[in-house]
């Protein structure tokens, strides 16, 4: 019996859940109102030890790599998926519990029953979700919001309860026939709950999709034709290299990142949105002109700086897609200092982002390299609230991991604090690591040359701001042999590498190797991306 009671608020639970779930989401969608499930799962990954998420982000990537899904592309729904899935089992197990709790008191459910379940489920996630959610509406009413919200569902679920387990058996005659009634009952009442729940579900998730792809087209047009190269509007006639003779093989990715394919990586379940218009950057701490920044001073106090750049995440395997290149646009963040005046105990800049992100720049490192910028568009748009709007840093040869995004505050500072990952054990350096990739091995695209069958293969080699000097293919294992290098956009990105190999009919496997700029070759030892990047030699086998 006590299986039975269990199992029964598990799945009560489980069907009051889900609805309440796509409730959140209309509110959000409607009213900017907080989403539960991903604010309490942002919190749990904020407290949980720096092992535990790693582990975590390894997991998920290497499932998602083992199902051939793409990482750029659905390692945030991905999270997604899991923060709800996370959200309906506390309301299973809540299900359950208070179904076992009511039935050992052995006396009829009330009003007030319904009152404490509801907040007992529902207030810890309330604070949360209040707390440290980043709805756009004012937290008064995110609070009556959820409270209503979770009252609702612990009334049901008491009602639920006493439905199910107080059937009136008047004029039935023996025990036989009381059980009888109440299977039937319970059983009736299960469908028909749980057809309510289905049909709020189903209805709520399909407006709630309908209203976020409305805001999303909203954003894009917002952004205008962001995602073709922007080069007339940043002083470009054309890209640098367009006049070289070497050209990608055939299924080569583009060696330009249109924006909506640039791979986005942010710490919680979705991007944070600040309104850029009434956004202020402090410089403040050890400087004796503080500074308080709009973007327009930004934009138009400073010199714009323009570069080609090429940014890799540290948690990508070899091969990974999580990289891209773009035009980067900001304003040199020697220029920002001088005018705050550093003084010169200083040693550090401490950056806070809205997300809770944070990192530490040595000082001598901005003073070493005048590329650093405080970036503020890519491809001449404004950087979009995926990429962090309205401001984020470039610092050349280190991951994405070194260089917050949606700054809101510079410190500077005579202290070292370790950045958020760096928190979690990834490398306190985070210098990009020398890889090589094949992107395409194009038989539907062989080269006739007299007699002779030659397929191109083709890929990218990166070595953060080290450049790339040579790049080799060995098929089979055979010798190493030189693949052409058309010439990079920048020297802060990817270089194309094409290679014709004679056809020849089979199963192949294809390897590749590169060098840096200085001939240090890349690191053939096969190593996992945490702590300090992947490396290996990246194959393709292909039958032809």
């Known amino acids: 019996m006590k299986i ?28 900017g109102l907080p989403f539960a499930p991903f604010d309490l799962f942002n919190w749990i990954a904020l407290v949980l030890p720096g092992a535990v998420i790693t582990f975590g982000i390894d997991l998920m990537i290497d499932t998602m790599l083992f ?63 209040v707390g440290l959610g980043d709805a756009t509406i004012h ?54 709950l749980g057809g309510t729940a289905a049909a709020i579900t189903v209805a709520g998730s399909g407006l709630g999709a309908l209203l976020a792809g409305t805001e999303r087209r909203r954003q894009e047009d917002a952004l205008g034709a962001a995602g073709t190269h922007k080069s007339e509007e940043t002083g470009l006639s054309s890209f640098p290299n367009a006049d070289d003779p070497v050209v990608a093989a055939p299924g080569t990715r583009p060696e330009y990142t249109p924006l909506k ?20 950057l402090p410089v403040t701490g050890l400087v004796d002109n503080p500074l308080m920044l709009t973007l327009e001073d930004l934009q138009t106090k400073y010199q714009p700086r323009h570069q080609y750049v090429t940014l890799s995440c540290i948690s990508g395997r070899v091969g990974t897609s999580l990289i891209g290149t773009t035009m980067w646009t900001g304003a040199s963040l020697q220029e920002v200092l001088a005018e705050a005046n550093v003084r010169s105990q200083a040693r550090y800049l401490n950056i806070i982002s809205a997300d809770g992100f944070h990192e530490s720049v040595d000082l001598d490192l901005i ?16 950087l979009s609230v995926d990429h962090g709007s309205p401001l984020r840093i470039w610092l050349p040869d280190l991951f994405g991991m070194k260089q917050p995004k949606w700054i809101t505050g510079i410190e500077v500072s005579d202290e ?36 002779q069958k030659l397929v191109p293969i ?10 790339i000097s040579k790049v080799e293919v060995r098929v089979d294992g055979g010798p190493w042999d030189a693949a052409q290098l058309r010439a990079p956009l920048s020297n802060t990105t990817w270089v194309i590498w094409r290679y014709e190999w004679p056809f020849e009919g089979g199963a192949h496997t294809f390897e590749v190797r590169c060098a840096e700029g200085d001939g240090t070759p890349q690191i053939e030892e096969e190593r996992a991306s945490r702590p300090s990047g992947a490396t290996g030699i990246h194959m393709e086998s292909v039958d032809m």
């Open 4 to 31: 039975k009671i269990l199992a029964t608020g598990a799945l009560v639970g489980g069907l009051l859940t889900a609805p309440l779930v796509v409730l959140m989401y209309l509110g959000k969608q409607i009213a």
């Open 67 to 129: 199902l051939g899904v793409n990482v750029a592309d659905s390692a945030k729904i991905a999270e997604q998926v899991m923060a709800v899935a996370l959200f309906l089992l506390f309301g299973i197990v809540a299900g359950a519990v208070f179904f076992w709790v009511l039935n050992l008191r052995q006396s009829k459910t009330g009003l007030l029953d319904g009152v404490v379940t509801g907040m007992l489920f529902g207030l810890p996630v309330v604070v949360i979700s």
């Open 139 to 192: 937290p008064v009413l995110s609070l009556l919001w959820l409270t209503v919200l979770f009252l609702v569902w612990g009334l049901v679920l008491c009602w639920s309860y006493r439905r199910l387990y107080a059937v009136e058996p008047d004029g039935l005659t023996s025990e036989d026939e009381v059980a009888k009634v109440e299977r039937v009952d319970r059983r009736q009442f299960l469908i028909v």
């Open 261 to 280: 394919d640039h791979y986005k990586v942010f710490i919680e379940l979705e991007p944070t949105v600040i309104d850029s218009t009434t956004w202020k």
């Open 367 to 382: 003073a070493s390299d005048e590329r650093i910028m405080l970036c503020y568009a890519w491809d001449g748009t404004p």
């Open 416 to 451: 070292y604090k370790q950045g958020y990952w760096v928190e979690r054990n990834w490398d306190e350096i985070a210098q990009v690591k020398t890889t090589s990739v094949i992107d395409t091995v194009a038989v539907d695209a062989i080269i006739e040359n007299g007699s």
């Open 458 to 467: 083709g890929g990218i080699a990166f070595s953060g701001d080290r450049g």
